[in-house]
């Protein structure tokens, strides 16, 4: 269903969840430049975080006969400067080397039919780990 869903509205929205002390959102969505993208970043009134972050989506078996099993995705996004901080939206303007969020690109994959991203019953299988430094 992740798929027709993504088909018909180009959004997942927003799930919120509890982690680090801190309350997170994160969402699949089609981004402006017209390419599939997973985002998250903090919560109204949580505090700022330097996370480095990886985005883990299963693989499912793959067709019969198969020599080499499928591999998960493994997508890596980190805030590259050492003073760069993750804010919740309303700090960004006020505090200087900031974003309000992080994102990594999802291939087309994502609409193909015969993905082995999505299992037998069309839905996708992601882990967002967050570390925070």
């Known amino acids: 269903m992740c ?3 993504l088909h018909i509205t180009q959004d997942i929205t927003s799930a919120e969840f509890v982690a680090g002390g801190r309350i997170w959102w994160t969402r699949i969505h089609m981004g402006p430049e017209g390419r599939w993208r ?3 970043g903090l919560s109204q009134h949580s505090l700022p975080a330097r996370p480095n972050a990886v985005v883990l989506i299963k693989a499912h078996i793959g067709k019969p006969g198969c020599a080499t099993p499928p591999q998960e995705l493994r997508l890596v996004n980190t805030l590259t400067d050492q003073y760069s ?3 919740p939206e309303e ?3 006020s505090i200087t080397k900031s974003c309000c969020t992080m ?3 999802l291939g ?3 609409m193909n039919e015969n993905t082995v991203y999505l299992d037998s019953d069309g839905t996708l299988h992601a882990k967002l ?3 925070l430094q």
């Open 108 to 110: 087309d994959w994502l």
């Open 85 to 87: 901080s993750l804010v």
């Open 38 to 40: 997973m985002s998250w």
């Open 3 to 5: 798929r027709k869903r």
């Open 129 to 131: 780990e967050i570390t």
């Open 103 to 105: 994102a990594v690109w």
């Open 91 to 93: 700090l960004e303007s």
